[in-house]
């Protein structure tokens, strides 16, 4: 087989001596097998490849914003130790046969674990060496595939884990914005013996990160990195590992597989893994992840080739393991794969890895006592549950804190004038601020991701474009029609990509279509005119583009690289109280021909 275009034998071992990021083999080439005797069916062979994708930061099963053993209404577990329990049952189960372990990203955010030694004691500040690299390492991964949460602390701590990994860390796609050369190692090639006495079997694995780490990190990555499209990658390197010896190819992908994307058109797909297996021939199975979806097993069928492509998602944060199983069988000395499958192993079936707990101790005891540690007082309870559809003081301390940092950083500047509005959204269902003590942890609990502060000017007739798209959140309910709040929002959307303002008051009328909702848009009890002009607070992931909302992605009147998490935190702590008469004013609701819903 030859190499593609632009790609020779002699030129990825050019790039190899002058340092650049490129593919590595594991292992010497196979020799050639005795072909089978006449009359003889050939030996069969096995092997198993497990993968985890989306760990997001979970080494113990532990939820740091309860402060308890993590547990839900399906008793899921979830952490690396408890993947460990079980890919080493497995790997004990298979003693003396080939057993690989794979990771398709997101590992190093997610958790107040993960964030505490990227902003709190950053290993790029300590050089201490990062949980999710201790505990993988005691597992004994084959490779990982970086996610494109794996670039929301920046380039410098993203490779010091990366160094740190006693395995190597893929992303063929993800490649120098400079040179054009790809960034991180684009594939590997490993040696595995299927047992004694039998050929060498050459697996390779190439690693796809998620074009989207374009916008969501946008100032991370820009002029630094550019994210390729994931399909044409496959397409590029799938041939050059055939070629460099590949008896058969391996995909680990951080993409789901509804190829559909939550950002506009400019990026290359969000969630291509079925369309890699659809367009790209050569390829055996796919491991995916991203979507946080449980695929025990599902087949394309390569249109090339007719080949039936096996992919598999293990949900999320530890929650289940993916098990591939491939049948093979060598003639003429040459493997070919006679049947595979693949199934999910729930992780809640077996016991922490004591391994996994001991090398991260320390380090989740400190977390803990960290998020424990008490920032104010609340007068009342505050809940979250309701924030979907009523106006709740909870999202209303989001956005006064934003409000009131975007006003201070303006003041004296050609924009103090304008009147600031904010954005926020919601987030978790289940986060509480309870009465009396007010810890960090639950700060983290109502503002879960690591998103930083901007501020945009949009006009009247832009903020009424973003409201509408937001509005599409709700499901249609005719007037009558009995208001079911586990229903009144459309499934296909997340509550993350669902927004309420401050700063002006609105109605949306869910009884009308989508893109016609909203009914009232005021400002001091006047209508608000479309060349009016607003300071908009809002997140860095929403301005970058995450969500594809109209107006949004322009230039910064203000971006301090200030995390939200934390505004929230010293805003309660300088205060010594969380009062709602500071912050609760009721400026929005659902109503059908102006009549509330609830």
Request: proline share 7%; net charge neutral; no cysteine.
């Amino acid at each position: 087989m030859t190499l593609p275009a632009g790609i020779s034998r002699r030129g990825v071992l050019a790039a190899a001596a002058a340092g650049a990021a490129v593919p590595f083999v594991v292992g010497d080439p196979a020799g050639a097998a005795p072909a089978t005797r006449p009359g003889h069916p050939p030996k069969t062979y096995d092997l198993t490849v497990l993968g985890t994708s989306d760990t997001h930061g979970n080494v113990y099963n532990w939820d740091y914003y309860k402060d308890l053993e993590y547990d839900d209404s399906a008793h899921n577990d979830v952490g690396v130790a408890k993947l460990a329990a079980l890919v080493n049952q497995i790997r004990d189960e298979r003693r003396g046969k080939a057993t690989l372990v794979l990771d398709a990203g997101d590992t190093i955010q997610g958790t107040p674990l993960a964030t505490y030694y990227a902003k709190q004691e950053p290993i790029t500040s300590t050089g201490e060496k990062h949980p999710m690299a201790k505990a993988m390492n005691v597992l004994h991964y084959d490779a990982v595939t970086l996610g494109n949460h794996e670039f929301n602390y920046g380039l410098p701590l993203l490779n010091l884990w990366i160094r740190q990994l006693g395995f190597p860390a893929l992303a063929a796609n993800a490649v120098d914005a400079t040179t054009g050369r790809p960034a991180f190692t684009p594939y590997v090639i490993k040696k595995v013996s299927l047992g004694h006495g039998a050929p060498t079997l050459r697996v390779g694995i190439l690693g796809l990160t998620n074009p989207g780490s374009a916008i969501w990190d946008r100032g991370n990555v820009e002029g630094k990195l550019v994210f390729k499209d994931m399909i044409a990658t496959a397409a590029k390197w799938v041939p050059v590992m055939r070629a460099r010896g590949a008896d058969i190819v391996l995909i680990s992908a951080h993409g789901g597989d509804s190829g559909t994307s939550s950002y506009g058109p400019e990026l290359p797909n969000e969630n291509p893994s079925a369309l890699i297996a659809e367009q790209v021939p050569g390829i055996d199975a796919i491991l995916f992840g991203h979507a946080h979806a449980n695929v025990p097993q599902r087949f394309v069928t390569n249109t090339a080739t007719g080949a039936q492509v096996l992919l598999t998602e293990p949900s999320k944060w530890g929650q289940r393991l993916s098990r591939m199983d491939f049948t093979l069988t060598r003639e003429r000395g040459r493997w070919t794969i006679t049947s595979k499958k693949s199934d999910l192993l729930n992780t809640n079936t077996v016991t922490e890895d004591p391994k996994v707990l001991a090398v991260v101790r320390s380090q989740h005891a400190k977390t803990v006592a960290y998020v424990n540690q008490v920032v104010a007082a609340s007068t009342v309870e505050l809940s979250a549950a309701e924030s979907r559809y009523k106006d709740t003081p909870i999202l209303d301390f989001i956005n006064k804190v934003q409000t009131d940092t975007v006003t201070a950083a303006l003041a004296g500047t050609q924009y103090a004038t304008l009147p600031v509005l904010s954005i926020a959204a919601p987030f978790s269902r289940t986060a509480v601020f309870p009465q009396g003590d007010v810890k960090i942890k639950d700060v983290a609990g109502l503002y879960i991701y690591d998103n930083t502060l901007e501020a945009v000017v949009l006009t009247g007739a832009e903020v009424k474009a973003y409201l509408e798209y937001s509005a599409k959140y709700f499901v249609t309910l005719p007037v009558g029609a009995e208001p079911n709040p586990a229903t009144i929002s459309d499934p296909a959307v997340p509550d993350y990509n669902y927004d309420v303002f401050s700063g002006i008051d609105y109605d949306i009328d869910i009884s009308r279509p989508v893109g016609d909702r909203i009914t009232r848009l005021e400002l001091a009890g006047a209508p608000v005119a479309p060349d009016a002009q607003f300071v908009v607070a809002v997140n860095n992931y929403r301005r970058s583009g995450g969500g594809n909302f109209p107006g949004i992605v322009k230039t910064q009147v203000y971006n301090a690289q200030q995390e939200i998490r934390q505004l929230l935190i010293d805003w309660a702590q300088a205060k010594g109280e969380i009062n709602p008469a500071d912050f609760a004013a009721q400026n929005w609701r659902l109503v059908r021909a102006g009549v509330p819903v609830f």
